[in-house]
């Protein structure tokens, strides 16, 4: 039996506009180049990630009739640009009566956690434009933006996400996913689906430990050194809540 977690945000993003920090800053080791992640609060904004999650998806073989991005009282969704260019977005989504898209293909998987009394979340629609070798830090500042709100403000225990199998690898080795659930067809995208989990309680560890250090822990693979540091961490969480 699902458990129903109904679900209010108690913070937005409304006003929260983020500048990747710049070189000169103490605990940043390596030059970023200037991108902006922001939340898609506008028709404008969510056409643009919903044309670049088309655009992306297409390029892999994916099915092409990916649902334009909608306001959902569930969901937020992150968008990283330069200039008028988006490069990145991602979507997070919080567990509610209406449940997660993953329980189309793993709802018993995710019914495990939630009998377990996790509040469970799910990163959706996430895509990254090529951009002049910046992938990785695009992907990792998204995924460090959905994880604050996810986590440190709305106190999410894990993350699900659905990916093709052939990224499972990728997931495990640059953010610590584990593998919750068998391969499955997913009619959404015509194409196979592995469901990966992640306890939060992991991520926090590793960005405490590795969070702004990119260039200066070359034996670590993953993604982790490009998150942002903990103190620039703390700085949007204390942002986010005094807007609130």
Known sequence: MSINIPFESPHNLQSLILLQPTSGMDDIAVDRKFFRIRLADTDKHRNAASMLINKMYSWRGYGSSIAQQNEHPNRITLVASVDSATIGTITSAFDSEMGLLADELYKQEVDQARKQERFVCEFIKLAVDQYSGSKKMVLASLFHIAYIYARLLNH????FIEVNPRHVGFYKRMLGFQQAGEEKLCLRVNAPAVLLRLDFAQADEQITKL?????????????????????????MVKRITEIN
């Open 211 to 235: 969070g702004g250090k990119a260039g200066r822990v070359p034996s670590e693979k993953s993604l982790y050194p490009y998150f942002f540091s903990k103190k620039e961490e703390e700085g």
């Open 156 to 159: 999410a225990d894990d993350v």
